[in-house]
């Protein structure tokens, strides 16, 4: 079975300041992991994903995940916050082996929450 | 490009009743992908259609029901509401398959509140 968990409901930091929203997963063989933003009343949009290669990945809007395959994580990262940042951010994950885990396995989700 | 379109986005409805909502994909993409999302489970797996065929299915009771058009568009039916059925019902597309490294691209939502 495949999960991924994202230990902060929330994170707050300040406008500037570097951001780290984390995420580990759990998969029997090797992940597609993704990142998914989601901003009031709309539905969730892709920043990033991995698959295979460089383990820091770059995405849209200055957000980069850095893929660590010992401690099973894919933290999202951004240099300098924006108050426009402030959503709901998800992890997710694929288990590039098993035919039945097709389907894409969310995590709970972190409010991050960017003040000015 | 039109992204998803999901209708209706709001609606109510009263327990025992029948819902049915809609998802228009991208044009050109072939696989719809529904989930529900609610404050304490957060985003569950429906079940994912491709040309018209169920490809996978979630832990979801058979009261959880959908279909998939021959142009892709897809609805799902949720008959013989409980309240705990109230919750956003994301639809998203890809262009092939839901599976290895295909991106979801997610409409904005259906929120379904059954009183």
């Known amino acids: 079975a495949q999960s991924v968990a994202q230990p902060e409901d929330q994170v707050n930091v300040a406008e500037g300041n570097p951001l780290t929203v984390k995420c580990t997963y759990s998969?029997?063989?090797?992940?597609?992991l993704f990142w998914y933003v989601q901003y009031p009343n709309r539905g969730l949009q892709f920043l990033l994903k991995y698959i295979t290669g460089d383990n820091l990945v770059k995405g849209s809007y200055g957000f980069e995940a850095e893929f660590n395959k010992s401690q099973t994580s894919f933290h999202l990262k951004k240099p300098s916050a924006l108050v426009s940042d402030s959503a709901l951010y998800f992890c997710a994950v694929r288990d590039r082996s098993s035919g039945s885990a097709r389907q894409l396995t969310f995590g709970s989700g972190t409010q991050l929450t960017v003040l000015p | 490009k039109a992204g998803v379109t999901q209708t209706p986005r709001y609606l109510i409805k009263t327990r025992g009743q029948q819902v049915t909502l809609s998802c228009s994909p991208i044009s050109g993409h072939r696989s719809v992908s529904w989930y529900q999302q609610t404050p304490g489970q957060g985003l569950q797996f429906l079940f994912e259609?491709?040309?018209?065929?169920?490809?996978n299915k979630g832990n979801f009771p058979g009261r959880f029901s959908g279909r998939q058009f021959s142009n892709s568009r897809s609805e799902m039916n949720v008959s013989t509401l409980e309240l705990g059925d109230s919750a956003l019902y994301l639809c998203?597309?890809?262009?092939?398959?839901?599976?290895?490294?295909?991106?979801?691209?997610f409409g904005a939502g259906s929120r379904l509140t059954v009183l």
């Open positions: 259609y491709f040309s018209e065929t169920q490809r």
């Open positions: 998969v029997s063989g090797n992940p597609y």
């Open positions: 998203a597309s890809s262009l092939g398959e839901s599976s290895g490294a295909n991106v979801l691209t």
